[in-house]
């Protein structure tokens, strides 16, 4: 595999790292601690490009590459993983869904004020008795008998961005008798400031507390058929090609994290001194130190390589699923592993509110869950290598 960054690729990443560095670092903990959502560094972040990455400038984008938006992605989240997480699902979970989906009508109308970072988007797939099983989704769409409108009812859950999206790509039953059942599914983009949407509690969570999370209602919402994304009962295979994309985004956060994680502890364990000498020199943190390290880079490597494949599907239309299962897999473990031994590391600093280790563990959790679980996401691989369900 070809490492060697181009110029455009080092300028977003060294961008972003010091947009990171400058705007997010001073407000990350308080953000955390409150839990209030950062609308200021997320408009700055349109601004600068970060919200439609690989979004072309005809669509309010930069036009860029995956591997530009995981380069990206990786610093925003080393210093933030609840700016890491908007990021990530603002670029891939929306936008890259009318970038594949889209009518250039629906480009202009519903892709152009997200990817510019005018408005924030989300999607939502997951129910309260749906989360894993996908498909086994209620909230039903009905055609008007006059055709012109769907009619959306049900609850929708753990819409990541929900309480700040204007616009949300939503998945819904339009023929709950469909066999098989995916052939039920289909795709809407809902602006949340009609009359029929509204917005249940936010979820209090143990991480990426600045990203905010909640349910959504429809009651009688009426959705015009031109909002609808792609065929009626294409929406299930739309949900899993665009989560093909979201993974990467993920293993791009997770990797940022466990970075963040990785290069305290080092700092730690050169300053640290125990028995009269750095811990450092100690060969169980050596051990540690090194493993870290290890697990990072491969995990870099399984991203950069969906992010490849990514990019080769632009031309050849092979799926990626697998590389991106794989990378989302092992860079949420590797997160959360790495995370882990940077709290024991620090021992009770690593424990205190005083230093973000401990935010670190508690953003790396919701890697291993979210966007699919590594439960999930082994499954999928096993299913891809035997040819076995
Ligand atoms: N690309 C294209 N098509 C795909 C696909 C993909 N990646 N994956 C599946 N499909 C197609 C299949 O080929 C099949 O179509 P055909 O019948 O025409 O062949 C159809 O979709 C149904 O697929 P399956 O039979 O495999 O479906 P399933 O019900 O057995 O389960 C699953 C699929 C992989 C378990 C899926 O339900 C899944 O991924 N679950 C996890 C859900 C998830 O990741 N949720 C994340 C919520 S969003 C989020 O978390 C965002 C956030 O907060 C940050």
Not at 51 to 78: F, H, N, Q, R
Not at 125 to 151: F, K
Not at 344 to 350: D, F, L, P, T, V
């Amino acid at each position: 595999m070809d490492l060697n960054l181009s110029e455009e690729h080092r300028m977003i990443r060294d961008m972003a790292r010091e947009f990171a560095q400058k705007e997010i670092a001073p407000i990350a903990a308080h953000h955390d601690e409150t839990g209030e959502f950062p609308y200021e560094t997320i408009r700055k972040m349109g601004e600068q490009g970060f919200m439609g990455i690989e979004v072309p400038e005809e669509y309010g984008g930069v036009g860029m590459d995956t591997m530009a938006y995981v380069l990206a992605l990786e610093e925003i989240s080393k210093v933030d993983a609840s700016h890491g997480v908007v990021m990530s699902v603002n670029n891939s979970l929306y936008c890259y869904g009318f970038l594949r989906y889209g009518t250039e009508e629906q480009k202009q109308t519903y892709l152009r004020p997200v990817a510019s970072g005018e408005v924030v988007g989300a999607y939502a797939l997951t129910e309260p008795q749906s989360g894993s099983d996908a498909g086994n989704m209620r909230v039903t769409a009905i055609l008007s008998p006059d055709g012109s409108h769907y009619v959306i009812n049900g609850t929708k859950s753990w819409i990541s961005s929900g309480p700040a999206a204007k616009y949300i790509v939503l998945f819904v039953q339009t023929d709950p008798d469909a066999q098989p059942r995916h052939k039920g599914v289909s795709a809407f983009v809902i602006d949340t400031d009609q009359p029929g949407f509204s917005r249940g509690k936010t979820e209090p969570k143990l991480g990426i507390r600045a990203s905010a999370t909640c349910e959504i209602h429809f009651e009688d919402y009426h959705c015009p058929v031109d909002h609808r994304l792609g065929e009626e009962g294409n929406g299930f295979i739309i949900s899993m090609s665009v989560l093909d994309a979201g993974r990467i985004g993920i293993a791009a956060q997770a990797l940022g994290i466990a970075e963040a994680a990785y290069e305290a502890s080092v700092q730690y364990a050169c300053e640290r001194e125990a028995f009269g000498q750095k811990i450092g020199q100690f060969q169980m943190i050596q051990q540690k130190i090194a493993d870290m390290k290890m697990r990072i880079e491969a995990s870099r490597l399984l991203i950069y390589q969906a992010a490849l494949a990514k990019e080769d599907f632009k031309k050849t239309g092979r799926r990626y699923t697998l590389e991106s299962c794989m990378a989302k897999t092992f860079a949420s473990e590797t997160a959360m592993w790495v995370t882990t031994q940077a709290i024991q590391i620090h021992a009770g600093m690593g424990y205190s509110k005083e230093l973000p280790i401990e935010r670190y563990f508690r953003d790396a959790k919701v890697t291993e869950i979210y966007e699919g679980t590594s439960e999930i996401q082994r499954m999928v691989i096993a299913r891809l290598e035997t040819g076995l369900r």
